[in-house]
């Protein structure tokens, strides 16, 4: 039996700080992210889940006048008395302003600013709440049902729709979407093709054009097809794996849901700009990984932050090459 002295035991505690100092020194990048996990563990989940929800409503909020005031207003009562983030009253002003402007634009509103409303509705009542722990299970079960309702019914509905297995609502985008002529050229579809698919579309539409059989052979390119097909079905099976491993409500499967989350996340909003949707699905895996994988809501931290770059003028950068 061997005994140790007391300057033993505290040489042999402090080797493994001095062991972090110096991978620190070697790598000041490992030190700084490991900060920023600290920081972002210690931060309240509501209040980070609600500071990232207010920066939502104010950058990609509604495009309509009332929200974009009232947002506004919240943002600056918050910059003045932050305290006021945790008031209910502070949310449901935010939350009935999304509402009324649903209820005026009930067919035209996408389908994230349906999402948006009902989150607002979330954070709010969660805000009713004294107890902490009954304010973060509100937040927590709220987010894994509308991930897994989202993810596993827009599954359903592409899977069910011929158009779409067979990949022509995406070669469609690639052909008529401006927002998806950039990614097309970066794959080597030639900005003729979409240009021809277009007058043949107008001609078809013109009052005057006659049309036997009211149909039109498109002009198409083999490149955007297969490309298509690609994103028909590397779409479809993430959106179906990220839904069914968070339906399962395991430590091992929620982690894996979260790392393909964040890389639908880092991949979709690049070609496709809904950057609203893309930060909503952002706070909603925040939310359910802050306290259980606190380096991967870092990750979620930093996507936030890719989003934002992701508006830079690419498109337009590719397009003049």
Known sequence: MTSRTGNDAAVSAAEPHASSLRSAERFPGVSQFRAL???THGLDLLQAVSVLTLVLAVIFGFEHWLFETVARICFLIFALHPRSLRRAEFWLALSLAGTII??????????????????????FIAHLFAQPTHQQRMVRFN????????FLAASAQKISSPAYRSGEMFEHYL???????????????????PDAVKKRIALLRSPFAQVE???????????????????????????????????????????????LLLFFILTTYLP??????????????????????PRIAVVYMICFGMILLYQVPWREWVLAM
């Open 37 to 39: 996990v600290e920081f």
């Open 102 to 123: 649903i209820v005026l634009d009930w067919e035209g509103a996408d389908n994230h600013k349906y999402l948006l409303a009902y989150w607002l509705w979330v954070v």
């Open 143 to 150: 987010a894994r049902f509308f991930l897994c309702f989202i």
């Open 175 to 193: 052909y008529v979407d401006s927002r998806f002529t950039a990614f097309g050229k970066l794959m080597g579809i030639s900005p003729e093709v």
């Open 213 to 259: 059989g009211n149909e039109l052979e498109i002009p198409g390119s083999d490149r955007a097809r297969v490309a298509a097909l690609v994103l028909t079905w590397w779409d479809v099976s993430l959106q179906l794996l990220i839904g069914s491993l968070l339906l399962i409500r395991r430590p091992v499967t929620d982690k894996f849901a979260h790392i």
């Open 272 to 293: 496709a700009p809904v950057f609203g949707f893309g930060w909503i699905l952002g706070i909603m895996g925040f939310t359910l990984a802050k306290e259980r994988f």
